[in-house]
C-alpha cells in the first residue's frame, strides 16, 4: 500500500467516524428510518465522499442488509436495538463502520459485540491467523452470556471491493488466513441472544453488479446506466430514479447479473448487536482508520 493509498483511507475513515457518531443522534423512538438513510448519506456525499453501500439500518433481529425502501414509513420504536452501519469511500477506498443504539435497556449484550471488536484489533499485526481474531470475539461475547453470529464475518476491503477476503469469523478457531502488512480489513462482531446464525429474509432492498455484459430490457438497461459510476458497489431500491424498477431487478439477478442481499436475521424475539471498525495492517500492529 503506497503513502497515498493509505491516506485516502485515513481520510474516509476519519469522515465515517464523525458521521457514524452524528447519525448515531438520530435513532430516537419515533424517528424516521428513511429520514435517517437520507441524512445520514447526505453527510457522506457532503463529506466530499462516496457512498461505498447503502446505509444499513438493522432492528432487533435483523443483522445486517436493511435499509429503508421507497417510501417506507417505518420508525424507531422504544425497545428497538439499531445497527447502524455505514460506507465512505474515497476513489474507491473504503471506511466501513458499525455500531448498534440501544432504545431499550440491554447495555450488557451491546458491550458484547463492541468488546469483541476491540479485543480482536487488540491482536492485529502481521502473522496472526484469522482463526486466532475468531477465538477472541467468540470469548468476549460468549462470556457475556450471548452467542456470536457464525455465519457472519468480518472482511478484507480493496478499492471498490467492499467484500474480500480474508474473511475474519466471528467464532474460534485454528488456522486460516494470515494477516499481512498493508491489508485493510473490517472487524464486525454480532452478538445475539437467539441461535446465533442468522437466514434470509424475503425482504430485499439491497443488490450489486456482479457481470458487465449487455441486457435486452430497456428498464434493466437504464438500471444499468444509473448504477454505473458505483463500479459495482452495493445500491438500493430507493436509490433508482428507473420507474417500477422491480421486475427489471427480478430478471437481472435471475440473469445472474445483479446479486441481491436480503435481510439477514436471528429468530423472530432475539436481538442482535453488532460493533465495527476498519484498519490497516501495519508492521508492528493497525491503524484503526474509523476510530
Same mark, same amino acid.
Given at each position: 500500500?503506497? $503513502? $497515498?493509498?493509505?491516506?485516502? &483511507?485515513? =481520510?474516509?475513515?476519519?469522515?465515517?467516524?464523525?458521521? /457514524?457518531?452524528?447519525?448515531?443522534?438520530? #435513532?430516537?423512538?419515533?424517528?424516521? /428510518?428513511?429520514? +435517517?438513510?437520507?441524512?445520514?448519506?447526505?453527510?457522506?456525499?457532503?463529506?466530499?465522499?462516496?457512498?461505498?453501500?447503502?446505509?444499513?439500518?438493522?432492528?432487533?433481529?435483523?443483522?445486517?442488509?436493511?435499509?429503508?425502501?421507497?417510501?417506507?414509513?417505518?420508525?424507531?420504536?422504544?425497545?428497538?436495538?439499531?445497527?447502524?452501519?455505514?460506507?465512505? *469511500?474515497?476513489?474507491?477506498?473504503?471506511?466501513?463502520?458499525?455500531? +448498534?443504539?440501544?432504545?431499550?435497556?440491554?447495555?450488557?449484550?451491546?458491550?458484547?459485540? *463492541?468488546?469483541?471488536?476491540?479485543?480482536?484489533?487488540? /491482536?492485529?499485526?502481521?502473522?496472526?491467523?484469522?482463526?486466532?481474531?475468531?477465538?477472541?470475539?467468540?470469548?468476549?461475547?460468549?462470556?457475556?452470556?450471548? %452467542?456470536?453470529?457464525?455465519?457472519?464475518?468480518?472482511?478484507?476491503?480493496?478499492?471498490?471491493?467492499?467484500?474480500?477476503?480474508?474473511?475474519?469469523?466471528? #467464532?474460534?478457531?485454528?488456522?486460516?488466513?494470515?494477516? $499481512?502488512?498493508?491489508?485493510?480489513?473490517?472487524?464486525?462482531?454480532?452478538?445475539?441472544?437467539?441461535?446465533?446464525?442468522?437466514?434470509?429474509?424475503? %425482504?430485499?432492498?439491497?443488490?450489486? =453488479?456482479?457481470?458487465?455484459?449487455?441486457?435486452?430490457?430497456?428498464?434493466?438497461?437504464?438500471?444499468?446506466? $444509473?448504477?454505473?459510476?458505483? =463500479?459495482? /458497489?452495493?445500491?438500493?431500491?430507493?436509490?433508482?430514479?428507473?420507474?417500477?424498477?422491480?421486475?427489471?431487478?427480478?430478471?437481472?439477478?435471475?440473469?445472474?447479473?445483479?446479486?441481491? &442481499?436480503?435481510?439477514?436475521?436471528?429468530?423472530?424475539?432475539? &436481538?442482535?448487536?453488532?460493533?465495527? *471498525?476498519?484498519?490497516?495492517?501495519?508492521?508492528?500492529?493497525? #491503524?484503526?482508520?474509523?476510530?
Amino acid at each position: 500500500m503506497n $503513502e $497515498e493509498i493509505f491516506e485516502r &483511507y485515513i =481520510q474516509a475513515g476519519k469522515a465515517a467516524s464523525t458521521i /457514524l457518531r452524528k447519525g448515531s443522534d438520530l #435513532i430516537r423512538p419515533d424517528a424516521s /428510518l428513511a429520514e +435517517t438513510a437520507d441524512q445520514v448519506e447526505q453527510m457522506i456525499i457532503d463529506a466530499g465522499l462516496g457512498v461505498a453501500f447503502p446505509v444499513n439500518i438493522s432492528l432487533n433481529e435483523s443483522a445486517a442488509h436493511d435499509t429503508p425502501s421507497p417510501g417506507d414509513e417505518r420508525t424507531f420504536n422504544a425497545g428497538d436495538m439499531v445497527k447502524l452501519d455505514l460506507g465512505a *469511500h474515497l476513489d474507491g477506498y473504503i471506511a466501513d463502520t458499525a455500531m +448498534t443504539i440501544d432504545l431499550g435497556d440491554q447495555k450488557q449484550l451491546v458491550e458484547a459485540s *463492541h468488546a469483541a471488536r476491540d479485543a480482536a484489533i487488540a /491482536l492485529v499485526r502481521p502473522g496472526i491467523s484469522i482463526g486466532e481474531l475468531g477465538t477472541a470475539v467468540a470469548y468476549e461475547i460468549g462470556s457475556r452470556g450471548f %452467542r456470536p453470529i457464525a455465519n457472519l464475518t468480518g472482511h478484507g476491503l480493496d478499492q471498490f471491493q467492499l467484500h474480500m477476503g480474508p474473511n475474519v469469523p466471528n #467464532i474460534g478457531g485454528v488456522g486460516g488466513a494470515v494477516l $499481512e502488512e498493508g491489508m485493510a480489513i473490517a472487524i464486525e462482531p454480532f452478538a445475539t441472544t437467539g441461535t446465533g446464525y442468522v437466514s434470509d429474509l424475503k %425482504r430485499v432492498e439491497i443488490y450489486s =453488479q456482479r457481470l458487465w455484459r449487455p441486457v435486452r430490457m430497456p428498464a434493466s438497461r437504464k438500471i444499468l446506466s $444509473e448504477i454505473e459510476p458505483l =463500479q459495482g /458497489l452495493p445500491f438500493a431500491r430507493r436509490h433508482l430514479k428507473t420507474a417500477k424498477p422491480d421486475f427489471a431487478l427480478t430478471r437481472l439477478v435471475r440473469e445472474g447479473v445483479l446479486h441481491a &442481499y436480503p435481510v439477514l436475521a436471528d429468530i423472530p424475539g432475539s &436481538y442482535v448487536s453488532q460493533s465495527e *471498525h476498519t484498519m490497516i495492517v501495519t508492521s508492528d500492529g493497525c #491503524i484503526v482508520t474509523t476510530a
